[in-house]
């Protein structure tokens, strides 16, 4: 789960990180008289979406007047914000922060993600800000890493050694210390699946600070966190995506125009990739769940053909917990009830394969039937080309 910056920064303000905060505002009028309470001769305004690259993409501004702060925040509220991020439909953005501005000296990144295999990995770079991922790429030996213990958190020698091989001075290493072990705290106290500021910064009058948060949060760990009901801002998510969370499908819109309904987040992604080497594209990445339900199976199909480009579906599931023959049920239960007139090949395996076949052989519905993978991904991309 995605959270705003505004958001994020708040959280690691309780953990002691030395954050540039702002002020939130929701409208144009709401941001001048955000300024003018700053009261600072220049400031940003930022919005708050949930992707990054904002600065890149026109979402970050300098104003130098509350007038100005009107002007812009109208502009950036006015229409969705492209980025690198979005892809080219942009997101709706319907908040902007303004900071102070502040003269910066240098950015550097700090990160934190979990990594299965080591525990927690505190990330830094001397080399921050909006290039970062530039810096990933092409000289990964620029970022530094920490291993952190989850028992005993960051140690405060292995926050020093971090500081110090970014080239902090002496008289910077206490806040740049608190800032990691505050990054830490956060991510094991919200359960987070990342924690990153970038930039850290050193302004031009030698002021240490947090100009930009990103947070994510585990959504396994949803149960235990009430508070991630606060922080969630569903305008920015695809309805959708919202709909099958609620259903308990994990749902993502993709470009394609091949609706898939898989069981299983490995068995949907290679399918996603089979079906592109037959030469399509996906619509959408659907896991049902290893225990789907029937009543699942119906409200899969609706959530596929609300998308518009859909123009066919491939239906693959692999029977363990979840019966081909109950499933079979319920694919024609749904066709008949929805009376779906897209294209389908379906393709099952596993427990009471047989059965579940006859039901779909015997339905005396428009049902194409796939044995294997590839033979599935060729069938429904020869389907969705035939449509064209
Ligand atoms: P994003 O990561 O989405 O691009 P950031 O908050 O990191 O957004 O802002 C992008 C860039 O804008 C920063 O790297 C920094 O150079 C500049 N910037 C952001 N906030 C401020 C600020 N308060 N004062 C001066 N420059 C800023
Ligand atoms: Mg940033």
Redesign the pocket.
Known sequence: MKIHEYQAKKILSEFGVAV?EGIVANSAAEAEAAFTKLGVPTA?V?AQVHA?????GGG?KLVKSAQEANSVSATILSRPLVTHQTGPQGVPVHKVLV????D?AK?YYLGMVLDRSLGLVLMASAEG??EIEEVAQKSPEKILKETVDVRYGLLPFQARRMAMQLGFAENELDIVVKTMQGITQAFIAYDCSLVEI??FVRTKDGKIMA??AKILFDDNADFRHPVYEELRDNSEVNEAEIRAAKSKLSYIKLDGNIGCMVNGAGLAMSTMDIIKRAGGEPANFLDVGGGVQQDQVIEAFRIIVSDPHVEAILVNIFGGIAKCDLIAQGIVNAVKEMGLKHPLVVRLEGTNMEMGMKILSSSGLKIDTATGMADAAQKVVAAAKAKK
Not at 99 to 102: D, K, P, Q, R
């Open positions: 540039q940003v930022k990054g690259g904002r600065g890149k970050v900071c102070a501005a502040v910066i950015e800000g909006v970038n930039p100009i930009d």
